[in-house]
């Protein structure tokens, strides 16, 4: 399933499914079939699989039937953060080429990290497709993007082995990680990818076995409609197995935490000379069998 989070006109939030372009309202099929379902998408995703196995009957039941006000073109609806995460768990230096990049224009290590190199991103940098980015001209000139394959936590992980990892996940959506370069403090990464925005998330989430195989992606990164980033997830220093393990030898993972698994070279920091975005930029991110994920960037002061 392609799974997101819609809104038409000033409606509430609702769970919705993305099928051939149009977008399916879940809580509109199950109160026709006179069924239970979560009616947010962390909510489904905390339900764990019975919630799945409703929404694939209710779906299949209505392929071709379905009952008024459950269908909507794509076009038609504002689509939102797929959901909230409890946490947001980031990935530093995990593509060889970025890690000589960021060596030579951050400082960082030119040796490659024996372990992963963690940190985090609070929720409320979350935000969703086509939401601006806040570019705060006090806080930063050097404000720059990252494409990541996200990984979505689907089942409660602590102390997870590399071959069960893949048990505890529940899709894969698009995280951009915005980073402000020149705000980190001592070394420590919080503030400069922490702040409100800098977590663009969506455009949906796919679930796990829709993605045959997570660690042979494409992914793109466009500002402006001019590509800076091409590369695949076959290229990551540490798979995603490794990562679900060594986060959750020390930190649990629950239901709907996301995993920003790193991202390849071709960041503004590293062009020769460096770019970095500016108001009135556009940002695209794409994953391979997940979509883009486009954003504006906005003068926030």
């Known amino acids: 399933m392609r799974l997101l989070t819609f809104t038409t006109g000033d409606s509430a939030a609702r769970l919705g499914a993305d ?6 309202d879940l809580a509109v099929l199950a109160d026709h079939a006179g069924v239970d379902l979560p009616r947010d998408l962390l909510s489904f995703v905390q ?3 019975a919630a799945q196995e409703t929404a694939t009957r209710l779906l299949a039941a209505h392929a071709s ?6 269908v909507h073109r794509l076009e038609e609806v504002t689509l939102g953060a797929p959901l909230r995460p409890g946490k947001i ?3 530093g230096l995990n593509y060889v080429e970025h890690v000589e990049e960021s060596s030579r224009s951050l400082d960082t290590d030119k040796e490659l990290p ?3 190199v963690l940190f985090s991103k609070p929720a409320t940098a979350v935000t969703g497709p086509g939401a601006p980015i806040l570019h705060n001209g006090d806080l930063t000139q050097q404000l720059d993007w990252e494409c990541e394959l996200a990984v979505v936590i689907g089942r409660t992980a602590f102390r997870v082995s590399e071959e069960d990892a893949y048990e505890h996940i529940f899709g894969f959506s698009i995280v951009n990680d915005i980073s ?7 070394g420590q990464w919080f503030f400069s990818k922490g702040q409100d925005s800098y977590a663009p998330f969506g455009p949906v989430v796919v679930t796990v076995d829709e993605i045959p195989d997570p660690m042979a992606l494409d992914l ?4 402006n409609g001019v590509t800076k980033q091409k590369s695949s997830t076959r290229h990551m220093l540490f798979p995603i197995a490794r990562l679900i393990a060594d986060i959750s030898s020390g930190v649990t993972l629950e239901p709907g935490d996301v995993i920003a698994t790193g991202s390849p070279s071709g960041v503004g920091a590293g062009m020769v ?3 970095f975005l500016v108001p009135g930029d556009t940002v695209e991110a794409t994953v391979e069998r997940i979509g883009t994920l486009a954003n504006p960037v906005v003068d926030a002061r």
């Open 65 to 70: 039937a379905r009952p008024a006000g459950a």
């Open 114 to 116: 024996p372990r992963p």
């Open 47 to 49: 339900a764990g699989p």
């Open 180 to 186: 402000a370069r020149d705000q980190r403090r001592s």
């Open 220 to 223: 793109s990164l466009r500002v």
């Open 273 to 275: 000379p460096p770019e």
């Open 89 to 91: 768990i980031g990935v």
């Open 19 to 24: 099928v051939d372009g149009l977008v399916l």
